[in-house]
């Protein structure tokens, strides 16, 4: 034994001396078999949980058939994760699976002495047509009917935008447990890069020219302060139409802003053991928005002071995250290069692993595939994996082969018990890397609710444990009064534009913007007889609220075959925020040209079964669009 001073740091060899290298890989390995957990001890790695049964392995010196039967899942140490598969496959499961072992505490599970604070964003794009389901992940506030035993679900708070708040909560109306409030920001919570972000400046394209004055003012600003660039801002000199869409850029956070405080704040609900949605479902919302929502979320999120580590979740990635979300991109590689110091663990869950960064597959420390057949995604996401070209068309074929619940885990870094001792960073252990290999594994049942069982015609809804048995339609916040139920447009609104069809139409501007004022007018003041009412639309179910008479106009239907109101409307609002958020103004004909191409308008034999009139004239009275006249042109135009 050399009693040489210099050796004294040197280290001991051994996988359980407590400086050795080996014994800090293992303590970090994002995912553990049974016996190798065994081996270690507990004590080495104190936060565990079962993620499900081991099928079979494919790794240097694993056995095919393992003599293990369970995989671990180490919550305790940082790790970033990509949950892919199609639809069906069991992709959100998993997703839910992982939640339920970083917040719960329940000793079927594992050991988990500190659960964790939980972030998960969702975006719904199915908002713009006026249905909207709750995020898979809230049901988790609810324990399963039988399987849920002693154990305690997590708080879940879910936040969304102010201006859909009412429509929002009757969404999550049926979840027991989950609190709905509106997203609030504090004016400190914005800086000068995420209000960039905010404004989209480097989403792509050329920059809109006002741009430049607003970055040459937030480079005159000693200290960013939002008040004051509000206030500096009202003093520059910027054209109507450039204030108009710098306005619709803020509006947005402006809403926020509006009632922020300290203690209501993205920070406060920063909790451990507590499961957090930011919920950006909205008709008024697009990907690339929700994307600089995120962003900035995202650095508040990890901003925030928590006595645990933290876990962010990107649900249903493939709904908001590409190529020209860049900063939102940028912002999570930057929180994985350095999770092991923010304590950070990431999950993306997507149906589509090519929407995923390169990047992010190259940090991957898990990948947990569920079946899918596109060869294009086989290609995508294998050439980013630690894997022989032989094993890689090993993982090609078991992935097409998967059962539902059944994933193809690849975890590099991941650790499984030898039958023979290895070579383990210049020593012999049982335990190793499971490296270029990869594992089958089943994922285990879930203690809370799912609320992502696929329902079947045959299968009552109630059997699926499905809590809220059906979409709650959103019906955007009304900011002006409209008429009452009594007094509805005369049916000319309703009838078929006969002059109008696809063949014969010569212009999709032909009707004259003087006709709005007289049919406005008409609409207010006179009744349609008894006997010339429409048929009122079903009531929804008792256990959801009852709409308010003021949106009683909205939701009556169209004539036979046509879209309701609601719909088309949402339909338009959607393209008249996309088209704004891209600085284009719309005229009349070219938003009557989409609701037709949307199927808004077509009837039989390719006719209109919905006067576009109407659904503008439906949509001016709600307060969402004016209508304005710019010398031969009539243009469309948000209010909010």
Request: proline share 7%; aromatic share 6%; charged share 20%.
């Amino acid at each position: 034994m050399s009693t040489h001073p210099h050796e004294a740091l040197l280290g001991n060899d051994g996988v359980h001396a407590p400086e050795s290298a080996e014994l800090h890989e293992l303590q970090t390995a994002p995912i553990l078999t049974s016996d190798a957990l065994e081996y270690l001890g507990s004590r080495s790695i104190p936060q565990t949980a079962v993620y499900g049964r081991l099928l079979s392995q494919r790794a240097t010196g694993l056995p095919i058939l393992p003599d293990t039967s369970r995989v671990y899942i180490n919550t305790d140490t940082p790790f970033s994760a990509l949950v892919c598969g199609v639809q069906g496959s069991g992709k959100s499961h998993s997703t839910s699976v992982l939640l339920e072992s970083c917040l719960i505490t329940d000793k079927r599970l594992g050991t988990l002495p500190e659960p964790l604070s939980a972030l998960v964003f969702h975006f719904d794009t199915a908002a713009g047509g006026g249905l909207v389901q709750p995020c898979e992940a809230a049901y988790l506030a609810a324990l399963h009917a039988t399987r849920g035993g002693v154990a305690r679900a997590p708080p879940v708070k879910v936040l969304v935008l102010p201006n859909s708040l009412n429509s929002m909560q009757r969404v999550y109306a049926g979840l027991p447990g989950v609190s709905v409030e509106a997203l609030r920001f504090s004016s400190a919570d914005v800086n000068a890069g995420r209000l960039l972000s905010m404004m989209k400046v480097d989403e792509g394209g050329q920059p809109p020219l006002y741009i430049e004055s607003i970055l040459t003012l937030l480079r005159s600003m000693e200290e960013f302060d939002y008040t004051t660039f509000r206030q500096l801002l009202e003093q520059q000199e910027f054209s109507s139409s450039q204030r108009s869409m710098l306005n619709l850029r803020l509006a947005l956070l402006d809403s926020c802003l509006e009632g922020g405080n300290h203690q209501n704040r993205v920070a406060s609900h920063v909790v451990q053991g507590q499961l957090t949605i930011i919920d950006l479902s909205s008709p008024f919302m697009d990907g690339t928005s929700a994307c600089g929502f995120f962003d900035l979320i995202l650095g508040l999120f990890m901003e925030s002071d928590c006595a645990t580590g933290k876990v962010v979740v990107l649900d249903e990635a493939h709904k908001y995250l590409s190529e020209t979300s860049s900063r939102l991109t940028e912002s999570l590689l930057t929180v994985i290069r350095q999770q092991r110091h923010l304590g950070t663990r990431v999950v993306i869950s997507t149906q589509e692993p090519t929407v995923v960064p390169p990047k992010f597959l190259d940090l991957c420390s898990i990948v947990i595939a569920h079946r899918f057949q596109s060869p294009a995604w086989l290609k995508d996401m294998l050439g980013h994996v630690a894997a022989s070209d032989s094993d890689r068309e090993m993982i090609s074929e078991t992935i097409l082969g998967l059962r539902t619940g059944e994933c193809v885990m690849i975890a590099p870094s991941g650790v499984a018990k030898r039958d023979s001792p290895v070579q383990f960073n210049g020593s012999k252990s049982l335990v190793g890397p499971i490296g270029k290999g990869y594992l089958v594994v089943r994922s285990r049942l879930r203690i809370t609710r799912d609320g992502g069982h696929s329902l079947l015609a045959s299968r009552s809804v109630d059997r699926v444990d499905r809590v809220v048995p059906e979409p709650v339609p959103i019906v955007p916040q009304i900011s002006q009064p409209v008429a009452q139920p009594a007094i509805v447009p005369e049916d000319v609104w309703n009838a078929p534009d006969d002059a109008w069809t696809t063949a014969q139409a010569t212009s999709w501007d032909e009707d004259p913007v003087d006709e709005w004022a007289a049919a406005a007018e008409a609409s207010q003041t006179k009744k349609r007889p008894e006997s010339a009412k429409p048929k009122v639309a079903p009531a929804l179910k008792p256990s959801l609220p009852t709409p308010s008479p003021s949106t009683s106009q909205s939701t009556l239907p169209g004539p036979s075959g046509a879209p309701s109101s609601e719909k088309a409307v949402g339909t338009l609002i959607a393209f008249l925020d996309k088209e704004r958020g891209n600085g284009n103004r719309v005229t009349w004909g070219k938003a009557k040209k989409h609701l037709y191409e949307k199927q808004m308008l077509k009837g039989g034999a390719g006719k209109p079964a919905a006067n576009a009139k109407a659904i503008f004239l439906d949509a001016k009275q709600a307060g969402l669009l004016k209508i304005t006249q710019d010398g031969t042109e009539t243009y469309l135009e948000l209010l909010s």
